[in-house]
């Protein structure tokens, strides 16, 4: 109950800072991708309301859909990342529920995300000097 109170009073401002945190972008980035300074783009994350055509040119620099930053719930993102492990397989005994899962294969996964995710902020860096 009390995610669903804070997701109702969450402004699109604040949804927005954190999926930009979850995309693991700075604010700094997203404030020259949009051709405006970082004190802006916080003002932007402090603001109740946000401009649809400011919000779809976040999302598209995030690259999520803009319906994904309106309608962002905490509650259902923390559930996601608690429950939703890939390559996983849920066994289930006396004890309840346990998943189980390749150590190995997460931190690959990681290391690929990690590392894809220094190769976009390459490709914006030197999209940033032509």
């Known amino acids: ?6 997701n109702q009073t969450m402004h699109t401002g604040q949804k927005i800072a954190h999926v930009r945190k979850l995309r693991g972008v700075k604010q700094e980035t997203l ?7 970082q004190a802006e783009f916080s003002n932007i994350e402090n603001a109740a309301i946000v401009d649809d055509n400011i ?16 309608n ?5 993102a923390v559930y996601y990342i608690n429950n ?7 066994q289930e005994n006396g004890h309840g529920i346990h998943q189980v899962f390749s150590p190995i294969d997460k ?8 590392l894809e995710s220094e190769k976009e902020k390459i ?5 940033k000097k032509k």
């Open 1 to 6: 109950m009390e995610a669903s109170i804070k």
């Open 31 to 37: 404030a020259n991708e949009l051709g405006i300074s």
């Open 55 to 70: 919000l779809n040119q976040i999302a598209e620099i995030l690259n999520v859909p803009s319906e994904a930053i309106k």
């Open 72 to 76: 962002f719930d905490e509650s259902l």
């Open 84 to 90: 939703k492990i890939e390559n996983s397989t849920i």
């Open 107 to 114: 931190v690959v996964e990681l290391y690929e995300r990690l």
């Open 123 to 127: 490709r914006i860096l030197l999209n």
